[in-house]
């Protein structure tokens, strides 16, 4: 027996199926403006940073200009004439202390060169003297005069203290021409000496009158 489906009563409607997108647009509407507001004023901070560093930068580049055009002032100009004033003070001072030293060294070379002359002449003077002595003196030794030691009167530099003996001869006869000699035992013995002479001296250092 075949039975009939119990129909849904009609007391109880179904209700109609909801929509999947029906609240959607609702989430939406209640973020969409505090955040389009936080970007809105996000983005004029943004420009009013932007807009002020430009206002900034142009007022500064402006002011250099200005001043550019405008030239030192004349509290800088007197500082600057100030340093050019004294740099020339110190040149002026450093030219006049050179000069100075300068002159010194001068002078000192002047003295030097004025010393050096005087012992050069002192010098020569001594070796003049030596020359001369050595020209004049007779050493122990026999000696042709004329050739050895200059033509003249000599006589002992010491006093003869013990006995000694010279001799005047003939220049080459070897001694054998005797001109005069003598054996001295004291006192300060002096011979007279003439060019073709030889002189034997055992009495000490004879130097010319």
Known sequence: MTGTPNPEPASLPRDPAPKADSYKPQRRRRFALPLTAAVTGFLGMILGAGMGAGVDTASSTDNRDVAAEQGPSAEETAEQDDRIRAAEQDAAAAIAAAEESLADLEVRETELDEREAAIAAR???????????AATQIDIGTWTVGVDVEPGSYRTVDAVTSTCYWGIYRTGTNKADIVDNDVVQGGYPSVTLREGQDFENGCGVWVKQ
């Open 123 to 133: 010098e020569e003077a001594v070796t003049a003297t030596e020359e001369r002595a």
